[in-house]
């Protein structure tokens, strides 16, 4: 399939106060960063929509190596500029994404969602976050002629109400994060410096993406655990960070059943764009305490995972001698998963040390 992205950036800015598309967010302009978006996901044929300010934008286009459709009728509003992009777009394309300049960190894995699930018939997609429709929509190049018709009374949103459309589930909240305000630019500052640590609600629609119902709840007693052993530590003077705490402990077995399920979780996270959670389901199945004896998230969330079995709180002993019974027949299994055991027993040593308290009654006082 030939998939397209028309991006809109001819308006006034005019809650701003600065002009949006040009605006820095991290090193690169909101148009760049849309761009990079696109780019990710693999397309090559874009088409920004310019009219107020069009000269600059447009040479900010050229400077990204993106093609431009100018809108001399932008104050028409933003209909007006898909309109003049879409009559620029190639003729053999199968479908085109439309983005507003000011929604720039949706996230590529979401792209490549909309991609996978495009059935290729006359239906718009649309990506969905927490039950609401967000940017972009992945509009079947069948409807260009639609566009191009359409009045503009009401907008895109009107006209798409009249065709058929589908939704994809993402857990991505830059779907729905745009910049109109200062305030707003300052939200997705912090969103960029943060990327690859998924927020709270996103972790959790990721897990039930990926995992299964079983899977899900297993998982989310392993977050409660986490989160019950770092606050205890935070009480001594740790600083974790609770939202990468929480996501290492709840798609710790997003690769279960596979072989090397750590490293294969791992890879998958990392190709999904949240790497340092990746390196924490990378290292969940087995850790030496650190020779530092300073805890991290990683320590936390294996220590953890070590204390759930499935649905239910275990002692260590318990849970050890649960994998032993499974492979009594093979000696050299057994050898290691003694050595695991006397390595998990160490980590939760330290860290009845460094929380002053005992693991089992940290879990007991958070209701595990």
């Given at each position: ?5 028309v991006?809109l950036?001819?308006?006034l800015?005019s ?9 820095r ?6 148009l760049?960063?849309c761009r ?7 397309l ?8 107020h ?7 900010e286009a050229?400077?990204?190596?993106m ?7 932008y104050g028409?509003?933003m209909?007006?500029s ?17 983005l ?7 996230r ?11 059935p ?30 359409h009045?503009g009374v ?6 798409l109400r ?8 993402v857990w991505?909240e ?17 969103r ?15 897990a039930?993406?990926?995992l299964s119902?079983?899977g ?17 530590l ?7 960070d609770?939202d ?18 750590e ?5 998958m ?6 790497g340092?959670?990746?390196?924490i ?6 850790l ?7 805890l991290?998230?990683k ?10 079995s ?6 260590i002993?318990?849970g050890?001698?649960?994998?032993l ?36 009654t ?7």
């Amino acid at each position: 399939m030939k998939i397209a992205a028309v991006i809109l950036a001819a308006g006034l800015s005019s809650r701003m106060g600065a002009f949006k598309p040009l605006l820095r967010l991290g090193e690169t302009s909101l148009l760049g960063h849309c761009r990079a978006l696109f780019a990710a996901a693999g397309l090559e044929e874009m088409i920004v929509a310019v009219g107020h300010r069009a000269g600059e934008t447009l040479a900010e286009a050229e400077s990204l190596g993106m093609k431009w459709a100018c809108n001399p009728d932008y104050g028409a509003g933003m209909f007006s500029s898909l309109r003049c992009a879409a009559a620029a777009l190639p003729e053999d394309i199968d479908a085109f994404f439309v983005l507003p300049v000011d929604i720039p960190l949706v996230r590529s894995a979401t792209l490549r969602a909309m991609l996978a699930a495009f059935p290729g018939d006359d239906s718009v997609l649309y990506p969905v976050f927490a039950g609401r429709r967000g940017h972009p929509p992945l509009i079947p190049a069948s409807l260009t002629p639609r566009v191009l018709d359409h009045d503009g009374v009401g907008g895109l949103r009107n006209l798409l109400r009249q065709c058929r459309g589908a939704d994809v589930a993402v857990w991505d909240e830059g779907i729905h994060l745009d910049a109109d305000t200062p305030e707003d630019l300052q939200r997705l500052q912090h969103r960029l410096a943060r990327i690859s640590v998924p927020t709270r609600p996103e972790v959790e629609a990721l897990a039930e993406i990926l995992l299964s119902e079983q899977g899900l709840v297993h998982a989310r007693l392993v977050g409660r655990a986490a989160i019950a052993l770092a606050d205890a530590l935070s009480r001594q003077g740790y600083r974790l960070d609770r939202d990468l705490l929480y996501g290492g402990a709840l798609l710790h077995d997003v690769a279960k059943g596979e072989p090397r399920h750590e490293v294969r979780g791992a890879e998958m996270l990392s190709a999904l764009g949240v790497g340092e959670i990746a390196g924490i389901v990378a290292a969940h199945k087995d850790l030496e305490p650190p020779i530092s004896g300073r805890l991290t998230e990683k320590e936390i969330v294996c220590l953890a995972d070590k204390l759930i079995s499935g649905p239910r709180r275990v002692r260590i002993d318990e849970g050890y001698a649960e994998k032993l019974m499974r492979c009594a027949a093979d000696t050299g299994a057994c050898q290691e998963i003694i050595a695991r055991k006397t390595r998990a027993l160490a980590l939760m040593a330290l860290v009845e040390q460094a929380a002053a308290r005992g693991v089992e009654t940290i879990l007991d006082e958070a209701g595990l």
